[in-house]
């Protein structure tokens, strides 16, 4: 088990390697801050599903207000054929505090390349894919300008296909997703929430997310992101073998033996890469 490591010396993560994606009700401003300084690797401010229509304007003024008084975050907004997506966009575009934008219900590339131009070509969009047109479409979306990583809307995602949570129902909507991010030379994607505050059942289906190559995970509540944050982590195990095996590629001349050698090199160097980002040690014997 990977040691916490307090709010207080906690280094930033990455956008690109964020693990934990907290998402957080737009209509509960006073929560703000706290999410901001929990274990989250990144904070989505959500305008979209956590708010009623007759509460979309204030609670995306609350929004805007506090990412223009020192706060950081990420906002969920609403889907580029909703009525309230312009409005969005004109309102965060200038906001200091704005990280990312997340686009709700994306379904092909072109909603992504229009709500990057409209918030002035500079600010990432992570692509939040929700159907079957958007699993379907998902390396179009992947290779779309502006695109900066791929998510799993996997509640309204199942909504809409009738498919169950089950592992081997949901793996093939993970696969696409996690092929097309490759394909279009992103991130890992984010894989959907763990409802519920089951911290087993949370710790177990994370495994998941990291099995199927899915490099973070959406949280409903600020109580998931350690666990999170740390079955997505490499293993102190994990870093003790690249450690050692970069040590052994060192001490041999860098000479490649056989045809093991290479993707054992890139995994080695992976996980060294990540053990640094998210202060893992190995294991000390």
């Not at 690109?16 to 690797?41: G, I, K, Y």
């Not at 805007?64 to 907004?77: F, H, M, P, Q, T």
């Not at 710790?203 to 350690?226: D, F, N, Y």
């Amino acid at each position: 088990m990977n040691a916490p490591r307090s709010s207080a010396t906690r280094r930033e993560i990455a956008p690109e390697l964020a693990r934990s994606w907290l998402l957080v009700a737009a209509t509960r401003p006073e929560t703000f801050d706290d999410a901001a300084a929990s274990h989250a690797d990144a904070v989505v401010l959500d305008i979209e599903d956590a708010v009623d229509a007759s509460r979309k304007e204030s609670a995306r003024a609350d929004v805007v207000r506090w990412l223009s008084e020192g706060g950081r975050a990420w906002v969920r907004i609403n889907d580029a054929g909703s009525e309230y997506w312009a409005d969005d966009i004109e309102e965060l575009r200038s906001a200091p505090g704005l990280q990312g934008v997340m686009l709700a219900k994306t379904e092909v590339g072109g909603q992504v390349m229009d709500t990057f131009n409209r918030l002035g070509a500079r600010v990432p969009i992570v692509a939040l894919v929700e159907s079957a047109v958007g699993i379907e479409n998902a390396s179009e979306i992947a290779r779309a300008k502006g695109v900066f990583r791929l998510a799993f809307g996997s509640g309204d995602f199942r909504r809409d296909t009738g498919m169950s949570a089950d592992r081997e129902a949901m793996a093939y909507p993970r696969a696409r997703l996690v092929v097309s991010s490759r394909v279009g030379g992103l991130p890992g994607p984010i894989d959907g929430p763990t409802v519920g505050s089951s911290h087993p059942i949370l710790r177990e289906q994370s495994a998941i997310t990291v099995s199927m190559g899915m490099t973070g995970k959406l949280c409903l509540q600020a109580e998931q992101t350690p666990v999170v944050n740390e079955v997505i982590s490499p293993t102190r195990t994990d870093v003790e073998w690249a450690h050692e095996f970069l040590a052994d590629f060192d001490a041999r001349g860098r000479i490649v033996r056989d045809g093991s050698d290479l993707p054992r090199l890139g995994r080695a160097r992976k996980i060294m890469q990540l053990a640094e980002a998210f202060d893992v040690l190995p294991v000390v014997r």
